[in-house]
């Protein structure tokens, strides 16, 4: 082979690698198509069981009346609770749609705490009565009558959080604040469904929260993390404490005072994610595809100077496509058996397929053991660091490190200007 043809040669594997690597581009639109649907299932389920949920409250909400017709009624006062506890059990089921599968839970919360008198007569001045309200996102989920206990009586809830705060859902009922006690307790159990997780703003001067589960995958969020957690294969459990120090709203207010956003932004709570994203694995392993087709078509140039073969660009074609298929191979299989199982399936149908046909292009079986070597080598290289995420650049530089120093070592008495010969 003539330097001439060589760098010719390059060139048309170059174009070959960069169609081929085009194609796998394709699967990597078809995987965002995907999940989109998959986002749109989930939204579906969702939107049928219940959403993510948030709860915001109690509070005590005083409306009083007005004292001449001809002037426009008083602000609403809104005042929060001193303590607040909220203990929370999560337990997830699995919903399908077709072939697509998502997590919906039912939890079931205690919430306790006390209101101080001396604030509610601060807040409410010679108000007898108060809405006492908890604000929550989806109140579909909920399938029981609910009941307050305050003090020593019980009241049942009603629909609405009776909050002028905008799109505010959720539950309320009317309770009396002159009790005589300096501190009133109040507690009740909720049982409600939602999907993707659950929230809970720390209304309270000082604020408990404890979520326990039989998941063993969580992701916390919102604005604070746990003070304490757990977690295991099959399980977790989290707690946090939250003062008001860490509120962006004071403990009482009058409408337009503080945005219902501003609740919202407080929560902290916890999502159940699923253990493998297939579509998150499927971007991150095609990011790869270049890599995987320059190695490959490498090896075989290599065969051909070494070896005095000639390879067709027609063959690189075909060896670059069944690099490509790979990648669409996953994707399919993924949403039907998972992907580890996909992976290691379509691992050994591209690596077995590109070796078959390598003992015809590379005129031996003995050549082609090597390629399915090489094969099988890369595509559990990539498994190992599509698992590592944060070293995933390190590993990949490595790796190319090695690779490019054994393409130096193989190479390093062949004559460039006359490869057919040795030094």
Excluded at 153 to 160: D, G, K, L, N, T
Excluded at 169 to 186: E, K, Q
Excluded at 316 to 340: D, K, M, V
Aim: charged share 15%; net charge neutral; with cysteine.
């Amino acid at each position: 082979m003539k330097p001439d043809s060589i760098t010719g040669k390059l060139i048309v594997i170059a174009i070959i690698g960069g169609a081929c690597f085009a194609a796998s581009l394709m699967v990597y639109g078809l995987v965002a198509e995907r999940e989109e649907r998959f986002a749109t299932v989930k939204q579906e389920i969702a939107n049928s069981w219940g959403v993510r949920q948030v709860l915001v409250g109690p509070m005590l909400i005083f409306s009083p009346e007005t004292t001449h017709k001809d002037l426009p009624p008083p602000l609403k006062l809104y005042l929060l609770p001193e303590t607040l506890h909220l203990q929370t059990e999560l337990i997830p089921e699995k919903r399908s749609r077709g072939i697509f599968d998502t997590i919906v839970y039912t939890s079931r919360t205690k919430v306790s705490g006390t209101f101080l008198a001396s604030e509610i007569a601060r807040v409410g001045g010679s108000e007898r009565n108060a809405i006492f309200s908890v604000g929550i996102t989806d109140t579909r989920g909920i399938e029981k009558q609910l009941d307050l206990s305050w003090g020593k009586e019980v009241y049942p809830f009603r629909p609405s959080a009776k909050s002028a705060m905008a799109s505010a859902s959720g539950i309320h009922t009317g309770v009396p604040v002159r009790t005589g006690a300096s501190v009133i307790p109040f507690s009740f159990d909720i049982e409600l469904k939602g999907s993707e997780g659950i929230s809970f703003a720390p209304v309270g001067k000082e604020t408990y929260i404890a979520v326990a589960s039989k998941w063993g995958t969580p992701k916390f969020t919102g604005e604070f993390l746990p003070a304490s957690r757990e977690i295991t294969d099959s399980d977790f459990s989290a707690e946090w404490n939250i003062s008001s120090f860490g509120q962006t709203y004071p403990g009482s207010w009058s409408d337009g005072e503080v945005d219902q956003s501003q609740l919202l932004n407080s929560a902290a709570g916890v999502d159940l994610l699923q253990s493998i994203d297939i579509y998150d694995q499927l971007y991150r392993s095609i990011k790869y595809a270049i890599l995987f087709i320059v190695i490959t078509f490498a090896a075989f140039f290599v065969f051909e100077i070494l070896a005095g073969l000639r390879i067709h660009p027609v063959q690189y074609l075909l060896i670059g496509a069944s690099l490509a298929l790979f990648y669409l191979l996953l994707l399919s299989l993924s949403e039907h058996i998972g992907f580890l199982p996909s992976y290691l399936l379509s691992t050994l149908m591209t690596a077995l397929l590109i070796t078959v046909y390598s003992t015809k292009v590379l005129q031996s079986r003995r050549r082609a053991y090597p390629i399915f070597a090489l094969l099988v080598i890369l595509y559990g290289y990539l498994f190992f660091v599509l698992q590592l995420e944060d070293y995933a650049l390190l590993f990949g530089s490595l790796l190319l490190f090695v690779l490019l120093s054994m393409a130096m070592h193989l190479t390093r008495n062949v004559n460039w200007f006359e490869p057919t010969g040795r030094k």
